[in-house]
């Protein structure tokens, strides 16, 4: 626009919501994209000083999104007929009721170390009477050796990271490898066990104990399926 426009530019001014006027012919959706990256631009502001200097949040979830939980159940993990599964770090219990609708899992187990979402998992299995397949423990996954050695499917999404100083995530770490050793048992993890175990203390030496089995991330060619949250999920067969 030119200075010389006053009333076009006090118009703009005068709009509902801090706007900027960005010419279309010649600026196109890519340029003005490149041009938000770069930071000379901004599609936001700030509400409460008008600021145009933002940037987008992260957003991390805590649980597996349905996507996901599809996926495992649906392509990553075979037919688990008669199989044990436990998920680490139950939190609101969504790889438990997956398990029980999109698996045949004889037995699903959650350990969560917050009591209070093990209430809220027992309020949910009486609701929807999952009670015959599914059992959570409110327990440090540290005290359930035995539970770990006999599992036949283990699931990790990002247990420890948020939630354990690094001294607490190596100690952890190193129970679970030292009991997760059922032969055949298959490990699934959020995100590689690589990207687990990188920057901690532990003496965990990963060929010896798991072989990584390839997925095919490829399974919905829908257009804005969450590629970069699939390609986390590895699967690991206990050797
Ligand atoms: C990222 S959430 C995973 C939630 C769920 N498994 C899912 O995939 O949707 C991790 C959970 O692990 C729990 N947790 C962390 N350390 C634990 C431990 N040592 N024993 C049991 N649970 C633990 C946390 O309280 C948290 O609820």
Not at 49 to 72: D, N, R, V, Y
Not at 103 to 112: D, I, M, N, P, T
Request: net charge negative.
């Amino acid at each position: 626009m030119l200075s010389s426009e006053h009333l076009a530019l006090q118009k703009i001014q005068q709009q509902p919501e801090p706007t900027v006027h960005v010419d279309a012919f010649l600026y196109d959706e890519d340029f003005i994209d490149s041009l938000c990256e770069e930071g000379k631009l901004s599609r936001y502001y700030c509400m409460v000083c008008g600021s145009h200097q933002t940037a987008p949040l992260g957003f991390i979830s805590h649980s597996f999104s349905l996507m996901e939980l599809k996926f495992i159940y649906h392509h990553v993990l075979p037919d688990l007929s008669g199989k044990v599964l436990v998920d680490v770090g139950s939190r609101l219990g969504i790889v438990l009721y997956g398990g029980y609708l999109y698996s045949s899992a004889s037995q699903l187990y959650g350990v969560e170390l917050n009591g209070d979402f093990c209430q809220l998992q027992e309020m949910v299995i009486k609701k929807y009477q999952f009670t015959d397949r599914i059992k959570v423990l409110h327990a440090d996954i540290c005290t359930q050796g035995s539970l770990l050695q006999n599992a036949d499917v283990i699931i990790m999404n990002n247990v420890f990271e948020y939630f354990l100083n690094e001294a607490e995530q190596a100690r952890a770490w190193e129970y679970i490898s030292h009991n997760v050793r059922k032969q055949g048992s298959l490990l699934v993890t959020v995100p590689s066990l690589e990207d687990s175990l990188s920057g901690l203390q532990v003496n965990i030496q990963l060929s010896p104990w798991v072989e990584e089995v390839p997925l095919n991330y490829d399974v919905y060619p829908e257009k804005d399926i969450d590629r970069e949250a699939l390609e986390q999920i590895h699967l690991y067969k206990i050797l």
